[in-house]
């Protein structure tokens, strides 16, 4: 494969997620990649995507990847869960075919392939969205990397709203949680995909919930060393000696992005900047 052009480096990096749950993949991806340059968007207005049924899910991640290659992506990193289970072969097929140097991974078989490693039982917990649950993404991809691996999947509606609204830490959410961890305290898993970007928020809880010997994967830590194979591979990490630069995209109020998503990200997140997405172009329809 030859060379990309030189500005084909500097080009930045796209992360997007149905909130500001991404900000805890960005975060990993920051500090693994700190030369390179990140567009993150999180589409407020449509949050939460966990609910919503798989054509749909498609059809946002068709308008959001579109965008973001308008805005010169190189990579599109897909950090929603829901969207990636739901939408990652329609980006793969349009968005490769609409433009050949743009690639895009998803978190759900990086995650995976963590706990699968990670469990020395075989019985692994997935706490995740409905939408992601019931997709059967991580089903497949567990068994495609471990036939014999038993994975036990507890669906969580109440608990990404929960923390996309600030997750008040009081006896109600501390017994949501604990009903989620139970299932997975039952069957003995010792590994738990936190199948939601949100759900790192809540590690203090559900570590303590799930016992210290259990392996919490998250989707931060699985797809860092993705996107660097990725962009090794293609020739496209950025050349630069010094940091590169971030901003931030949503569909929805940016004050309460900006307020929140510093939570998520600790660190500034400077100017949010609000985006109204256009009519899904003819040629990505899925």
Do not use: W
């Amino acid at each position: 494969m030859p060379a990309p052009a030189s500005d084909a480096r500097h080009r930045p990096i796209a992360v997007f997620d149905s909130g500001v749950g991404g900000l805890t993949v960005l975060q990993e991806l920051l500090v693994a990649l700190p030369q390179e340059d990140f567009i993150y968007f999180g589409d407020t207005a449509r949050f939460p995507y966990g609910g919503r049924a798989t054509a749909e899910l498609e059809r946002f991640g068709l308008e959001i990847a579109e965008h973001l290659i308008e805005l010169g992506a190189k990579l599109l990193v897909v950090a929603c869960n829901s969207a990636t289970a739901a939408a990652l072969p329609a980006l793969e097929r349009r968005v490769g075919a609409a433009a050949e140097t743009v690639h895009v991974l998803g978190v759900v078989e990086p995650e995976s392939a963590l706990a699968v490693e990670a469990s020395r039982s075989g019985r692994i917990g997935l706490l995740a969205t409905p939408a992601t649950v019931t997709s059967g993404a991580y089903e497949r991809a567990v068994a495609l990397l471990d036939p014999a691996a038993e994975l036990v999947s507890v669906g969580c509606p109440d608990l990404a709203p929960l923390i996309q609204g600030g997750l008040p830490f009081n006896e109600r959410v501390l017994n949501t949680v604990r009903g989620y961890c139970e299932p997975l305290r039952a069957a003995g898993v010792d590994t738990v995909i936190l199948g939601c970007t949100h759900y790192p928020l809540a590690g203090p809880m559900l570590r303590r919930m799930l016992g210290r010997d259990v392996a919490l994967i998250t989707s931060g830590a699985a797809i860092t060393q993705r996107v660097e194979h990725s962009l090794t591979r293609h020739g496209l990490l950025n050349d630069r000696d010094g940091e590169g630069d971030y901003r931030f995209l949503c569909t929805g109020d940016v004050e309460a992005f900006g307020a929140l998503g510093a939570r998520f990200l600790q660190m500034p997140l400077g100017e949010v900047a609000r985006v109204r997405l256009a009519e899904l172009p003819a040629g990505l329809t899925a």
